[in-house]
Structure formats: C-alpha cells, structure tokens
C-alpha cells in the first residue's frame, strides 16, 4: 500500500535569501519532493507557511501518513490550532520527521515538553554523522558515517527528553558533539528528528541523506490511524448475576 507522505516547508529563507535561492532554486520542499518522487511507494504533496492553514488542512492532515517539517525563521507564525491538529494526528498514529532547525518548531516541543534548546554555531565547519545503531531501519545502507563538509554547528546540551534511540551522533571540527538522530513514540504515532539540513548548505542533495530520510519515511509509516481518544464515563450498571466465579475472580457468563 502506497504511503502518503506531505513535505511542510515554511518557504521564507528561499524567498528573500540569494545564497538560499542558489541551493534550493525551488525550495527546500521541492528538493526532498524530488528525491522521494524516486520511490514508487511513495505519493508526495507540498505545503508551506503561506498558504491558507499553511496547506495542513484537516482533509490534509487526515490523508498524512507521515508529515515532514522544516521551519526556521518562522515558527511563531505557524497558527497555534495548527500545531494542535497536527498533535492530535500524531498521537493518532500520523508519522512525523522534524528536520534541522524544527527542534525548536511549535509542535516539536509541544510533543516533547522541554525547550529543544541547544548549543549553535554558523561557520561553516566539517561535520561527522556517526551511525550509532547499525541495525535499525532508518540506518539500514547506510555507513559508519556520513562526512559533511560543511553545516551549522549544532551542539550539546540538547534539551529534549531522553530518545527512545539515538541513531546518529554528530562530531563538528569544534570539538562539539549532538545527538543528531533520535526517535520517539508520541500516542500511536513515530517521531524523529534529523540535525543535518542548514538552507545554505545542499545537503538533501547528498544521497545518504536523501536514503536516512527515505528511510524515515518508511519506519515511521502507521499501519493504520487510530480514532481521536476521548475520556468518557462508564456508566456502573453491571448485574452481578451476569458473572460466574473461579475463586475469587468473577468473569462474565457466555452462552
């Protein structure tokens, strides 16, 4: 079964930013739409901040088996009954990946319930991926590491909850480290996030990034959505002669 996957983009950088335009011509959306237009089980949509309820519509959201996120420069304009349609999604089993700078998007820490603050640099330095956990899906073909020459550093202390898995363990020329692939399970619905991806640097070019996040892709998948959960009561009217007994434990009558 083909799994529908839609790429959030707040699309501001590409707007007004030349270096940003020279890497991503069509947006950084577009640039991960292309790539995973090359796996046939895949059917991929776009949406971005400016679009009306920034293209994440109920109908959206309901046909979303896996939501992917970019933001930076914008995350306060993203509407606040937004991020509450796409929480009640994921806890329903809608599948989430958060890239580079949307740890600290509104939904982000609206699932995690911490800051997502962390320690940042923008020179342009080395970065090394190391793959932490070999044998998980995300990381499957994918090396002991990935070189990136060039990215915004990104440093410890992370302030998120502990992961559930760190995949990936980023190394930067500075000597700083970060844990720059984790996972998380939020209701029924699989979250990661991935460090790599600053505007000015092509990296959803590079193809073992474009295989980690194809990957996600399909880890975080539902086999299916679960309805929206709500408390109710339940009412006591149970008659005690509609259960038979095994020593102490009473179970009901069948037949």
């Known amino acids: 079964m083909a799994i529908n996957v839609t790429v959030w983009n707040e699309y501001q950088h590409e707007k007004t930013d030349k270096k940003v335009q020279q890497v991503y011509p069509e947006g950084i959306h577009e640039a991960i739409r292309e790539f995973l237009d090359e796996d046939g089980e895949l059917n991929i949509q776009t949406a971005t901040l400016d679009e009306p309820e920034h293209g994440l519509t109920q109908e959206v959201l309901e046909s ?17 009954d937004i991020v509450e349609r796409i929480h009640d999604q994921v806890l329903r089993g809608m ?22 603050s962390l320690r940042w640099r923008e020179v342009g330095e080395r970065e090394r ?10 990381t499957h073909g994918i090396p002991e ?8 550093m990104y440093g410890e202390r992370f302030d998120i909850p502990e992961p559930e898995k760190i ?16 996972t998380y ?27 980690v996040i194809t990957n996600a892709v399909h880890w975080a998948a539902p086999e299916r959505k679960y309805p929206k959960y709500e408390a109710f009561h339940a009412d006591n009217d149970v008659e005690w ?12 009558k069948f037949g």
């Open 95 to 116: 599948g989430l990946i958060l890239l580079h700078s949307s740890h600290y998007s509104k939904i982000f820490k609206r699932l995690m319930g911490t800051t997502c």
């Open 185 to 211: 399970t939020r209701g029924n619905g699989k979250v990661f996030y991935f460090q790599p991806g600053h505007e000015t640097y092509p990296q959803y070019k590079n193809p073992l990034i474009q295989k």
């Open 167 to 182: 995949l990936f363990l980023g190394w930067f020329e500075g000597g700083e480290v970060f844990r720059s692939g984790i």
């Open 129 to 138: 991926l190391w793959v932490v956990d070999p044998n998980h899906p995300i």
């Open 241 to 252: 002669d509609d259960f038979d007994y095994l020593g102490d434990t009473p179970f009901p």
């Open 145 to 152: 590491y990935i070189d990136l020459p060039h990215e915004e």
């Open 64 to 80: 979303t088996d896996v939501l992917i996120w970019w933001g930076h420069m914008a995350h306060d304009a993203v509407e606040d």
